[in-house]
């Protein structure tokens, strides 16, 4: 469903569950991250009522997965630390497109979600199968089904606001560049992506 060209190392796993504070952690900011990256979308693209309305839900819940991550983190005696570089996002905000209309432009801010959840999604379908914590494999499956639908709502935003064709083909590039990125960096157990 994902079309994710490169799966996930799964040595990834084991040694995520062995540094599952740093783990908690960097997930708490990407949810903060996600959340914001909507509220930044809704701002620059206010004129588009469907947009809006169906981000505006996507705010609320990524910030409520953000306070489930804290509470996580809390319920454990762990610290939230400070936010470290993501460099797997970096990476691909190097790969969205400059300039276009701004129909081109807001497709590919929303392809750039889209890959993000989708790998996010992935990853925490991992966690929820193999990690030993029953409580934490529980909440990732719930977090993976939720990613999963912001992933396809993405998608879809997409397609209604630029020809489907045109999306269609930009994807499988974001696609192919993302598989590429995920190939050349290490294993790290201390970062979602």
């Not at 799966?7 to 040694?15: A, E, F, N, S």
């Not at 908690?24 to 009522?49: G, M, P, W």
């Amino acid at each position: 469903m994902l079309h994710l060209k490169l799966p996930t190392d799964p040595r990834w796993v084991g040694i995520a569950e062995m540094q599952i504070e740093d783990i908690l952690t960097d997930h708490a900011y990407c949810e903060q991250k996600a959340a914001s990256s909507c509220i930044s979308l809704i701002v620059r693209f206010n004129d588009l009522d469907e947009l809006v309305d169906t981000l505006t839900p996507i705010v609320a819940e990524e910030w409520g997965h953000f306070e489930r991550v804290m509470d996580q983190i809390r319920k454990r005696e762990m610290k939230f630390g400070m936010a470290r570089k993501d460099e797997y996002v970096t990476q691909l905000n190097g790969f969205v497109r400059k300039g276009g209309n701004r129909m081109s432009q807001l497709t590919e801010h929303l392809l750039l979600n889209a890959l993000i959840e989708a790998r996010s999604c992935e990853r925490f379908k991992l966690l929820s199968q193999n990690i030993q914590d029953d409580e934490l494999k529980k909440f990732y499956y719930e977090l993976m089904i939720s990613e999963a639908g912001h992933y396809v709502t993405f998608i879809e935003m997409a397609r209604k606001y630029q020809d489907p064709e045109i999306v269609n083909k930009r994807w499988q590039e974001w696609l192919d560049f993302e598989a590429d990125v995920l190939k050349k960096m290490d294993i790290r157990g201390d970062r979602m992506h």
